[in-house]
């Protein structure tokens, strides 16, 4: 079955400082990634996605390049900021009609001022 | 307006009660989920719903009931609640006449608390 796997947390870094949360990711096909991003006290909202190998998904100042060979989705941001403190879960849908979404459990991002 | 409402926002019930989790969109989208999120476990799926006729068990259905009463509504019912249901649920939607057929898009969430 498709399964995710992201990073531990809690992750606590400083105002503009350089951000990864690593995911990987096993699936049938060719499925497509996500990521989501839950602010404290709300729902999850889309952050970015990519449908095929090598397309980068990008928002917000956040990327994620979707990589076969390697199987994963890795989260980046050049410089965090405070209202960046959040949530974010890996996701995907594998291939099909059926589009239900398989998550990550989810980090925790803090960052500090 | 927000697009996807969900009611109560937050519910403390006892053991044993049945409990109505609501769920209604104005996005016309025609597919609808239930999640419960726990710390640490990420989002899980509890049923889901591709119209109002057609109506799917998700990975942990066990203990819950739904009913899509109209395309725009979905509930989810503890018929008896037990502690370990204490959750926050959410209710999703996605429409499968675009493009963007695999992306859901999630109401604010409704924490409950069984005691």
């Known amino acids: 079955g498709n399964s995710v796997t992201q990073m531990e947390g809690p992750v606590t870094l400083s105002e503009e400082a350089f951000l990864t949360i690593n995911c990987t990711y096993t699936a049938t096909g060719y499925p497509s990634l996500f990521w989501y991003v839950q602010y404290p006290g709300e729902g999850l909202q889309l952050l970015l996605k990519a449908t095929k190998a090598d397309d980068k998904g990008s928002n917000k100042g956040f990327e994620a390049t979707y990589r076969k060979e390697t199987t994963s989705f890795h989260l980046e941001k050049g410089s965090v900021q405070v209202s960046d403190s959040a949530v974010y879960f890996c996701a995907l849908v594998s291939g099909g009609s059926n589009y239900k979404l398989t998550f990550g459990k989810g980090t925790l991002l803090t960052v500090n001022p | 307006d927000a697009d996807v409402t969900q009611t109560p926002r937050n519910r403390i019930t006892k053991t044993g009660k049945r409990i109505m989790l609501e769920c209604s969109q104005t996005k016309g989208h025609d597919r609808m989920y239930w999640y419960r999120q726990d710390p640490g476990l990420g989002l899980r799926l509890i049923y889901y719903?591709?119209?109002?006729?057609?109506?799917n068990k998700g990975e942990i259905s066990d203990g819950y009931s739904v009913s899509r009463q109209a395309q725009a509504k979905f509930s989810l019912s503890l018929e008896s609640a037990i502690p370990n249901q204490t959750a926050l649920y959410f209710c999703a939607t996605s429409d499968t006449a675009t493009t963007r057929a695999n992306e859901q898009f999630f109401g604010p969430g409704t924490r409950l608390t069984v005691l």
């Open positions: 719903s591709f119209d109002v006729k057609d109506i």
